[in-house]
């Protein structure tokens, strides 16, 4: 039996979401593993889009929001003119290319026009890439929609994602979008669907949370 | 102990954090007194549905007859709430409103007459009620974002003009339980997204009348959608307590609790 070609994911991430990514592959390797040896994934973190390996083409190419948060007070139309013109480049290299989304919860800490001004900030990039879903076909990776499921207060985070538990459900949340949406180049359906089943939704996270956490114990 | 009257003009979302949740016959939540009284207040709430904020400005006090005439089970919609509106003409110490209504709640127009109304749970009424119904009115569109938050604005305004009380009014939490769309190529815009709109629209409004904004989205995502919430529109009890909560602190951050 030949052993599966490696999939390879392109990432444009912010420092903070690597654990997230991190556990990510690692979740989508096993679930796609199955019953037998884990299926190879490869995470290629770049600080550039020029810095992409094209050639051969990978199998996704996720791209974060997060860095934008920096730019408060950048009007949202120029930041979604700057990211349309990026995501059509980056969807001409081939593979899905995926948008992850920011969470919205910031802590009522410091001054409170700084809050609610990266709170808006936040709320306007999400919805922004929705909106770029929309028009240019890019997928989701909606982070706020999962973390807000769970709650910053039961992860023990906000929107600069610290914990491991974060991580966890960053990661399930990565690697069910691309299960949901950017494998079927490389993975035949059914080993999909297989591994969405064993991956389970984030109504089980902690299940799954669980399992990973009594893994790395026993190593 | 500080005594306020809060007039609250809104559906579930307002009933049920401020005044009671109750469900499967039992109180769940009783409140916002069971935050206040721990402030050294006391809350009187006085609760009236919220249809649109078209229905509202719209409203002059005068039941069309035609509806009038005609005895619907129109339940916690009565008439009176959606012709004849009180929140004008109550006195309160704080207003709260919601933008639930102009998010999600569809009007009918009288075909002849021009006037808005809301068939409520019209599907159950008698067979003869319905087919009234379709003759004489006809659907409305949902309300653009543009012209909610404008009617927001002349909501406001109408307020200020007789009262400097507080105006509260609530977003919504966009997590819905179970939605799972990655991609959003082709589809519709969904309600998630729809709310995502509103919500930053009221931060707007909030900039330009100086209401404030009771964060419903920013609390559910502190606590977290799974436990706040039963849907995509419905608080649990800790929900409930968790938005009361986040209203009794606004309320005192504008000074409602100081002793007079």
Redesign the interface.
């Known amino acids: 039996m030949t052993a599966p070609a490696p999939i390879r994911i392109e990432a444009l991430i912010a420092p903070a979401e690597r654990p997230g990514l991190i556990a990510g592959a690692q979740q989508l390797s096993a679930v796609l593993g199955g019953e037998g040896p884990a299926w190879p994934v490869q995470l290629a973190l770049r600080g550039s889009d020029a810095a992409i390996q094209r050639d051969p083409p990978p199998a996704a190419i996720i791209a974060s929001l997060l860095p934008e948060t920096a730019a408060v007070r950048e009007p949202i139309a120029e930041t979604k003119a700057r990211w349309s013109a990026r995501l059509e480049a980056l969807s001409a290299i081939g593979p899905q290319v ?1 948008v992850c989304t920011i ?4 802590p009522a800490a410091g001054d409170p026009a700084q809050v ?1 001004a990266l ?2 900030r936040i ?2 990039l ?2 922004m890439a ?2 770029l ?10 982070i706020d ?1 999962a ?8 992860l023990g985070c906000d929107w600069r994602l610290a914990g491991e538990t974060a991580a966890e459900v960053v990661g399930h949340t990565i690697a ?2 691309l299960l ?2 950017g494998l079927d180049e490389m993975v035949e359906p059914a080993i999909q669907d297989r591994a969405r089943r064993d991956l389970g ?1 984030l ?1 089980n996270i902690d299940v799954l949370i669980r399992r990973r956490q009594a893994s790395r114990a026993g190593d | 102990m500080q005594r306020l009257t809060i007039f609250a003009k809104g559906n579930l979302d307002l009933r049920d954090t401020l005044h009671s949740l109750k469900l499967g016959g039992g109180v769940r939540w009783n409140g916002i007194n069971e935050v206040l009284r721990p402030l050294g207040g006391v809350a009187r709430v006085r609760h009236e549905t919220f249809t649109r904020s078209d229905a509202l400005l719209a409203a002059d006090g005068t039941i069309p007859a035609v509806l009038a005439e005609r005895p619907l089970p129109l339940g916690a919609y009565p008439l009176a709430s959606q012709f004849a509106p009180a929140l004008f003409e109550a006195e309160a110490d704080a207003y709260a409103l919601s933008i639930q209504p102009d998010v999600n709640v569809y009007l009918v127009r009288h075909r002849r007459e021009g006037f808005l109304f809301y068939a409520n749970e019209w599907t159950d009424w008698p067979a003869a009620d319905q087919a009234w119904l379709r003759a004489h009115f006809t659907p409305e569109p949902p309300l653009s974002l543009q012209a909610s938050m404008a009617n927001f604005v002349r909501i406001v305004e109408r307020l200020r003009a007789r009262s400097a009380a507080p105006i509260l009014i609530y977003n919504l939490s966009s997590v819905a339980p179970g939605d799972q769309v990655h991609a959003y190529a082709g589809l519709d815009e969904t309600l998630s997204t729809r709310i995502r709109r509103f919500n930053l629209a009221l931060v707007e409004l909030s900039q330009q009348t100086d209401v404030s904004i009771i964060d419903v989205d920013a609390v559910v995502a502190r606590g977290g959608a799974d436990r706040l919430k039963y849907d995509l529109l419905h608080l649990t009890a800790e929900g409930c307590r968790a938005v009361a909560e986040e209203v009794a602190r606004v309320l005192a951050d504008l000074g409602a609790l100081d002793p007079a």
């Open positions: 995926l969470f919205r919860h910031v609610q709170r808006e709320g306007r999400n919805l929705v909106e879903s929309f028009e240019l076909g890019v997928g989701v990776i909606d929609r973390l807000a499921h769970v709650g910053g207060r039961t069910w979008s949901s949406l939704d109504h």
